[in-house]
C-alpha cells in the first residue's frame, strides 16, 4: 500500500509497512512519537522534488481544483507501472478520484488516512532524507505568497473593488459639478445676468463664458462651435441691453478658471462612465443588461461586493437602499416601502405609478438571479439578462393594456378562484315582522312565512305554472288580510263576507284552471272583487261611529 504526500518542496511517495496499522488510528499518534518508530511503519520510496516555484504553484493550483499535475503524472508513470495492483493512499478525494480516471488505481480517501497524514508531517524532516528545514520553510514560504498572488491576479475582471470605487467617485463628481456649475451662473449673473436664462445647458455655459469673457466681447467672438445660431443671435441682442454690472478683467479671469475646471471634471466623468460600463460588462453582463450599469453598479456597491449580492434574497435586493423607510415603516407600523435604488432602472421608470411595485418585485427576482448567475457561472455571456428583460417588457406590456393573464386552467386554481370570489347567500327581511297590529299570532306568521317558501321553490322547479301560484299567493294574502278586518266587525257581518270570499274563491279558481297563462287584466278584475268587501266593511264601521257620537250628543243635551 503506497501514500501520496504533498509538500511545498515536491510530491513524496511512501511505503506504508505494516498496513494494520491503519485500522487502529485511535493509538496511531504513538508510533510516530519518534523517527525511529516512524521508519518502522513508513518508509520513503520516492522524492520528486520542484524545479521552482512557478512549478509549485502549478502543482498546488491543479491539487486545490482537483486535478493531475504534469509532474505528478510523471511520479506516477515511472513508480506505479509495476505496482498497479497496490491502493494508493491520497488525502483529496477529488484528486483520489482523478487519478483513479486516468490510471485506473484504487486511490482510498477517509478519516484513518487523514490522521496518518498528519503523523507523517508531524515526522517529516526525518521521513525525507536530503532536504533541510530551512530550504523547506523558504519553499512553503515562496509558495504560500505565489498562491495568493496567483489568486488576486487569476480573473482580474472579477474585481469588483474597481467598480464600487468607480460608482461612489462618479456620484462625488456629480455632486462636485452641481455645485461648480451653480457657483458659475451665480458668479457670471452678476455680469451678464441674461445669459443663464437663454443657455440652459451647463457645460454649454460654461464654454461660452469662456470664450467671451466679458459681454461687450459678445459682438465680435465666435460661438458657432458652442451654440446654435439663433442662440448664438439672442446671446448677441441680450448683451447689447444687458442690465448687469461691471467687473474687472481679474474677476473674469478667476470666472473663466472655474468654467476649465467645470470642462475638465465633465470630460473627466464621460470618460469615468465608460470605464464603469465596459467593467460592469466583464463583470456582471447579465445584470447590466437588465438594470442597467449605474443601478447595477450601486446595488454591487450597497452590497459591498458581488459575491454578497448573490447571496441577498429578492425581497432585500428590491429594497436595497431604502433601509431608512423600511425600519421607519415598521416602528410606526405603516406600509413598508416597494423599491429602494432599482427603482431608477429602466423598466420601473417605464410603468405607471399604478404598476411600479409590482414591476420592481418581479425585475428584483430576475436581477437576483442574474448576479448568482454572474457571480458563480464560468460562462461570461448576457443570454440570460437579455431572456429576462424581454420576459419582463412583454409583461409590463400586459399589466399596461390591463389585461392580466390566467396562470392556471387547471381545476384547482377554478376552486380557488371561486372559494374567494363565490357568490354569497342573499336572506330577505321579513315585511310581516314589522306588523304592530296584534290581529295575526305566531303561528299564523309562520304558516305565511311557509306558504312564501314552498310557492319560491315551486317557482324554481316550474317555471310553466309560475303564474297560476303567484295569483294563489296573492289571494291567499289577501284573506289573511280579510280575517284581520272580520275580526273587528261584528258577528252577523261576517256571515256576508263569508259568502263573499267563498264565491270570489271560486270564481278564481275556474279562471286559473281554464287559463294556463292569466292576463293582467283578470288580475285587476281579481284584486277589485277581494278590495270591495274590505270597503264595505270600512264604511258600516265609520256609520256606526257617526250613530254613537249622535246618541252620546242627544243624551248631553
Given amino acids: 500500500m503506497l501514500v501520496l504526500f504533498e509538500t511545498a518542496a515536491g510530491y513524496a511517495l511512501f511505503k506504508l509497512l505494516n498496513e494494520k496499522k491503519l485500522k487502529e488510528t485511535d493509538n496511531l499518534y504513538r508510533d510516530f512519537e519518534t523517527p525511529e518508530s516512524a521508519g518502522k511503519i513508513i518508509k520513503l520510496k520516492h522524492f520528486e522534488k520542484f524545479a521552482d516555484t512557478t512549478e509549485a504553484l502549478a502543482a498546488t493550483t491543479a491539487a486545490v481544483e482537483g486535478k493531475v499535475s504534469k509532474s505528478l503524472k510523471k511520479l506516477l508513470k515511472k513508480h506505479l507501472d509495476k505496482d498497479l495492483q497496490e491502493q494508493l493512499l491520497v488525502s483529496d478525494a477529488k484528486l483520489g478520484s482523478a487519478i483513479k480516471e486516468k490510471f485506473s488505481l484504487q486511490c482510498l480517501s477517509n478519516t484513518a488516512v487523514q490522521e496518518l497524514m498528519r503523523c507523517i508531517r508531524s515526522q517529516l524532516d526525518s521521513l525525507i532524507s536530503g532536504l533541510p528545514k530551512k530550504e523547506m520553510t523558504a519553499m512553503s514560504l515562496g509558495l504560500a505568497h505565489s498562491l495568493s498572488r496567483y489568486k488576486l491576479k487569476f480573473s482580474p475582471d472579477k474585481v469588483d473593488t474597481m467598480i464600487v470605487q468607480a460608482v461612489s467617485l462618479l456620484d462625488d463628481l456629480d455632486k462636485e459639478l ?322 263573499l270570499d267563498e264565491s270570489v274563491k271560486e270564481e278564481i279558481e275556474e279562471e286559473t284552471i281554464n287559463e294556463a297563462t292569466p292576463s293582467k287584466k283578470k288580475k285587476k278584475k281579481v284584486k277589485q272583487e277581494i278590495e270591495e268587501p274590505q270597503v264595505e266593511a270600512e264604511e258600516q264601521t265609520s256609520e256606526k261611529k257617526k250613530k254613537k257620537k249622535k246618541q252620546k250628543q242627544s243624551e248631553s243635551e
Fill in 178 to 499: 452641481n455645485n461648480y456649475i451653480m457657483r458659475c451662473r451665480e458668479w457670471y449673473g452678476w455680469h451678464f445676468p441674461e445669459l443663464g436664462k437663454i443657455i440652459t445647458d451647463n457645460i454649454a455655459f460654461a464654454k461660452t463664458v469662456k470664450v467671451i469673457g466679458t459681454r461687450e466681447n459678445t459682438a465680435t467672438s465666435d460661438l458657432s462651435d458652442v451654440l446654435p445660431e439663433e442662440v448664438e443671435e439672442k446671446v448677441k441682442e441680450a448683451a447689447e441691453i444687458s442690465m448687469g454690472t461691471e467687473i474687472s478683467e481679474e474677476d473674469i479671469i478667476n470666472i473663466q478658471h472655474l468654467c476649465d475646471q467645470v470642462i475638465d471634471i465633465t470630460n473627466y466623468r464621460t470618460q469615468l462612465y465608460d470605464y464603469l460600463k465596459a467593467r460592469m460588462m466583464a463583470m456582471a453582463p447579465n445584470l447590466t443588461v437588465l438594470v442597467g450599469e449605474l443601478v447595477g453598479a450601486r446595488l454591487i456597491s450597497h452590497a459591498g461586493s458581488l459575491i454578497n449580492l448573490a447571496k441577498h434574497p429578492a425581497s432585500t435586493v428590491q429594497i436595497l437602499g431604502a433601509e431608512k423607510a423600511l425600519f421607519r415603516a415598521l416602528k410606526t407600523k405603516k406600509d413598508t416601502p416597494k423599491y429602494g435604488l432599482i427603482y431608477h432602472s429602466q423598466l420601473v421608470g417605464q410603468s405607471s405609478t399604478k404598476n411600479k411595485g409590482k414591476m420592481s418585485r418581479m425585475l428584483a427576482a430576475k436581477a437576483s438571479l442574474a448576479t448568482r448567475v454572474d457571480a458563480l457561472g464560468e460562462d461570461g455571456s448576457f443570454t440570460l439578462g437579455a431572456e429576462h428583460k424581454v420576459k419582463l417588457e412583454a409583461r409590463l406590456r400586459v399589466l399596461e393594456e390591463g389585461n392580466i393573464k390566467r396562470i392556471s386552467g387547471t381545476g384547482k386554481a377554478k376552486a380557488k378562484f371561486e372559494k374567494y370570489h363565490g357568490i354569497s347567500e342573499i336572506k330577505q327581511y321579513p315585511d310581516a315582522a314589522d306588523s304592530t297590529l296584534p290581529s295575526i299570532g305566531k303561528r299564523k306568521r309562520s304558516e305565511s312565512e311557509g306558504v312564501k317558501e314552498e310557492s319560491s321553490q315551486e317557482n324554481s322547479t316550474t317555471p310553466g305554472s309560475s303564474k297560476k301560484k303567484k295569483i294563489k299567493i296573492a289571494v291567499e294574502q289577501e284573506t289573511v288580510n280579510i280575517q284581520e278586518s272580520e275580526q273587528s266587525l261584528p258577528k252577523k257581518k261576517k256571515k256576508k263576507h263569508e259568502k
